[in-house]
Every structure is written in structure tokens, then in C-alpha cells.
């Protein structure tokens, strides 16, 4: 008899338990769901051939749409990956490998302080080191997001290699491969897409930053002229036009953010289907 | 007939842990050499001191020589690398390089030394596979994963790998000890055909492996070499009470 | 798939078909001197000691075997036979020797009665054809072969017994004569049973059955 109530005893706490993870698991996705029905919802009524063809409209301006921001955007971002990604990939490389360098020990410090500090006060730096020398501009914002970027590839970077397994390292290096390009080939190739998750990470990060592009890049609503010219940017968009008094600008503001969480869903794919496992 | 290396006086360490302690003994070309003994003898540390793999490992540093043909591998201006393609390694649990194609996995030293030219890689694959007794078995699935193999399957190709380089030894560090006896019995062939035309050093734990497959024994104890000798020698009349007690399992 | 102990069953099993050509020889070295009254004595010990030699090569190979590759099954019956084989072999070769000594210190049979030489020499012919057959079924590990060249002995054995009954019967020949040749009928008889041994040793390769055939 007492036999039979601990298993009915057992029983439920294994509802109890599954009822618990379910639940975890649907308030975790209801935020994210929410976001995107509202998002869609508002932003799907702004999208039309025009919004992906024009520029920023000037006020009062009917039509006119985000081309311009998307141009802006994917430049900025291009170039901030430009930096930041070999520079996080090899600092990331340099912590895994050289794991025990007393170097490593304070790089791997300030990189943790790195990712800790507010991105405005990047911006901020960004603005005194570059924006006060040649003026609003893409390399002074691209510079900007790079600085965001490097902490979370040298991290996931660092993450990544040490993951791959040592006996695969022997193995090259048994073959007479030299170090470097044990590291090079076998070892990044391994981890790869983790690595490549990082990085991804890192630029779906800086796709929706605001701030530091706010200081550094300024405000342009022509389409992209020059590096040391500010460009249009997507989320500066969204904090813009859905400030502003226009019915119709305040809809381009939702378009611009449902375009935006395309071009991050967009990379996840792409990067997704282009690391997708050969076996 | 010159013996393929002659250790002198090796000492090693990991940091301050003294796990070889003057080991003196020459090894024979195209001969199977077993190390045996209790685990943490040093045995392992003993062959990655053959091709220089001991000093990878952090706080790992060793004092005599190695002469290998002659010429002392710990000597100025030697390069590492270069000993290990002529000193090629398997390891324990088999690791093929998961990310690559069988082929790959073969072709992969000289891949990565930079050779290409396709026709010289076919040839080399295929005669390193045949030689290590798996081309039968993986010639239809040159394009499978090195991974999909079975544990067996992936140590040959391991075996083959090494090959692949042109080695003149083939240092094994118990390379069946993750595998079932049919397994372990063809890579056992597999060590005696490749006796014929490479010095083979292989450590192993079970000591009847290294009856069946070496031609000399050595029995390392706490960093030691305790007794070498011709392996029917060490199997049948050991000089050493040690050897004895160890060999009849009364310690170990 | 070959596997490492086969080299070494390998060996073991040419050492044994030389021993078995070195004993055959060796008997009938022996049995063309009683014949013929030829001396071949010393070429007879040096095939014996060539065979004790080997024997115990024999022995030491099969120790190392059972030392280094763990035999079981069949593997283990034919380490175990093929030792008691080399140990039969070299009987040959030591009544071989047993039976040029007679000739050489008691004078042989040569000059004695026709009949006693060519009693001698039916029994060495048998003998020797037994060793033959047995060497051929040790080749190929021929239990049915075996089983028929022990028949044989049975007739060998008669040969001896018919051969005393008739030396008793007669009592015409010299004590000289007698003693050589029933010493060298008794060798031809034990050859014969260490014949039977074999045989029995490659039945139990063959089936693993311990057969007593005589």
C-alpha cells in the first residue's frame, strides 16, 4: 500500500515537473512572439514596391520609403565587421591557444570589462576619438560597433576552439603539421560553426544598435555618399520617424524595425545554410 | 643491422613530476618494440618523447637524447615538425578528423604540407589505405565521413593517415585499448605486416598484446626501464624479479 | 584473415615434416644395413641427433607460442600433438640408431638365414610405408588416413609374434643370429607403435577425440 502512494507520489511530480518546463518554455516565447505579431502586424501595412525603392521622404512628403536606410545599414555594418570580426577571431584564437600566456590573463580580463560597458559610452568614445577630428561619419559609427563587436567574437571565439577536442590537435600536429596551420585548418574548421555562430551573433548584436550610431553617425536622410560621410541607418529610423508627428512617418518607423528583424532573421539563415554540416 | 633510435640517459618531467628517469635503450629498425608496465610508468611520456609530442604539453621538458638514425632529435637546429613526418603517431582512442572525408582524412597530411596534385594524392590514399588493410572495406565510401566508421575502421584509418606521410616509424600508443577483440586482432596483423618495412614502437597495457605483436619488451616501472629483451626472452625467463611479479600479475 | 599465430603454427609444422623425413630415412638407412650389410652407422647418428635437436626446438616453439599468443581450441590441440609428434619423430631416430647398433656390435643379421632377412625386411618395408602414410596425413591433418595406417600395426604386431614363434620353433639358427634379429624385429615393432601415436595425436588435431588405437 505505502509502495503504491510513492509511486502515485512519483507520478506527480513528473507532471509537476513537465507542467513547469512547458510553462517556462511558453513565457519565454511569449515575449518573443508578441514582438513579432506587433511588429509585422504594424510595419506589413508599410511595405510595398516604393518602401524598398526610395529614400527617406522629406517632411510632409507622401510615399518615400527606407532603401536608402537598408544601403546605410548593411555599409556600416560590412565595414564595423570588417574590423571587428578578424580582430576578435584572432584575439579569441590567441586566449585558446596560448590559454596559460600571462598576457592572456589581462586580455581576457579587459575583454570581460569590454562587454560590460554601456555601448553609448562607446559612442561617446568614438565621438571624442574620430567624430571631433573628421565628423559624423561610417568609419567613426562602423568604428563604433566594431569596438561592440570584438568582446563577443573573442569571447565565442575563445569558446569555440577550446571545445575542439585535444586528441584532434595531436592528430595534426603528429602528421607534422606545423602549429599554426594546425590551428588554421583543423582546429578553426572543427569549431567553425561556432565561430561563425559567434560572429553571427556579434552582427545581429550591432544590426540594432542605436545609441552609439546616434552619436557618431548623426543624422542623414540621402542615400550613402561617402566613408567619412554619415549614411542613413535603419534603426536611427525607427528612433526618428516614430518620434515624429506624421502618421506616415510613424508607419515607415514600423517598417523600418520589421525590415530590420528581417536582415537579422536573414543572416541567421544565410550563415545557418552556409555552415550546414557536409555529414 | 643499426637500431633506429638510441636513447641516452632520458630524463622527463611534467613540471616537477620526474616521470622518466635515465632511460637508456636502442631501438631496432623494422622490428615491433612493446613498452610495457603499470599504468603512470611513463610509458606513454616515453613514446611522445620519440617524436618530440612531449613538449607540446604544457610545464613538459626532458634532458639526454634520442638519436634517431644517428642524429640527435633534441639537437640545435632540429625542427620538430620535420621529425614528426618522418615519426608518425596513433593515438589511443582513434581520432579521425570528424570534419573530413575519408579521403580527406588520408590525404590530410600532405594536404595540409601542401601538396595538391590530385593523381599523386588518389595514389597515396589508396596505397595507404591498402596497406593498412582498410581499402576493401571503405573503397566504395571515399566520400563518407571519417566518423561514420566503425571504431576499428577508424583506428586502420588512423593508421593510414600516419601512413599517408611516409614515415619511417610508426609510434602506437595503445591503440586498441578502445576497441573489441575482432577489431584488436586485425590491427594486431595489421602491426606484424607493417614490421615488415617500419620500425613500430608500441605501448600497451595488456601485456599478451605485446607477446603476440613485438619482437623486444621493454618493462618500465615508476620511470624506469626495469628489463629489455627480446620479447620471447621477457615472456618466457625474465631476468628481473620485477618483470616476473609483473608479468604473473602479482602486482600492477 | 591471417592471423599472428599462424606464422608460428607454420613453423612449428615444417619443423615437424623435416623431422618426419630425416626419421624416415634414418629406419630405412637401418633397415637397407641389416639387408645389405652396409655400414651406415654414423650417418644414422647424425639424423638422430639432428632429430633430438629438433625435437626440442619443437618443444621450445611451442612453449613460445603458448607463451605469447594464448592458443585455445585446435590451435592448443596442435601446439600439444605437435610436441608429442617431434618426441614420436625422433623415437624414429633413435631406434633407427638402436637398430644399426645391433648390426655393428653383434654382427647383424646379414649372414644369418634367408628367411629371418626377408621376415626383417617385409616388417621395414611396413614400417617404413606406415611412416610414410603418417607423414602424409600429418599434412593435412587426415583423421581417416590416420585411422587407417594404425590398422597396419595390428599386422606389424602379428609379424613380430610369428617371427618368435618360428625362432622357437626352428631353434636351428646361431645365438648370435637370434639375438640380433629379435632385437631388431622388437625396434621394428616399437616404430610401429609410435607410428600409432601420431596417428592418434592428428586425430585429436583433426576432432579433438583421444582415440587409443592399438
New interface residues.
Partial sequence: MKKLDYYRFRIIKDYVAHFLVYLSLVAALIPLFSILYEVVQRGISAINLNFFINPTPTVGEKGGGVANAIQGTLITMGFASLIGIPVGLMSGIFLSEYSEHKLSMVIRFFNDVLSGIPSIVIGVFAYALIVRSIGFSVIAAAFALAIIMVPIVTRTTEEALKLVPLSLREAAIALGVPRWKTVATIVLRSAKKAVVTGMLLSIARIAGESAPVLVTMGYWRWWFASLNRPAANLALNVFVFAMSPFESWIVLAWGSALVLILLVLGVNIAVRVLTKERY | MAPKFEIEDLNAWFGSKHVLKNINMKIEENAVTAIIGPSGCGKTTLIRCL?R?HE?T?GARISGKVLFNRVNIYGNGIDP??????I??V?Q?P?????M?VYDNVA??LK??GIRDKKNLDEVVRRSLELANLWDEVKDDLN??G??LSGGQQQRL?IA??LA?EPEVLLMDEPCSALDPIAT??I??LI?KLAENYTVVIVTHNM?QA???SDYTAFLYLGELIEYGP??QI??NPKHELTERYLTGEFG | MSRIIDSGLEELSATLHKMGELAYRAVLAAIIECVENKQVYSEICEISDALVLMADNVEDKAFELIARFQPVASDLRTIKSYMKIAYDFARFGRYALDVSYTNQKLGGIGNCDAWMISHVKEMGEKALKMINLSITSLRSHDAQLAEKVAQTEREIDKMYFDFLNKLIERADTTTKCAISSVLIVRYLERIADHVTYICESIIYIATGRKVVLR
Fill in positions: 617524436n609530442m607540446i604544457p615538425v620535420m621529425i614528426r613526418r618522418k608518425g603517431m593515438f582512442k581520432n579521425p578528423f570528424p570534419m572525408s590530410a597530411g595540409l604540407n563518407k565521413s566518423a561514420s588512423c593517415r600516419a606521410v586482432a586485425k594486431e596483423a606484424r599478451q607477446a603476440r605483436v620479447t620471447k615472456f618466457e
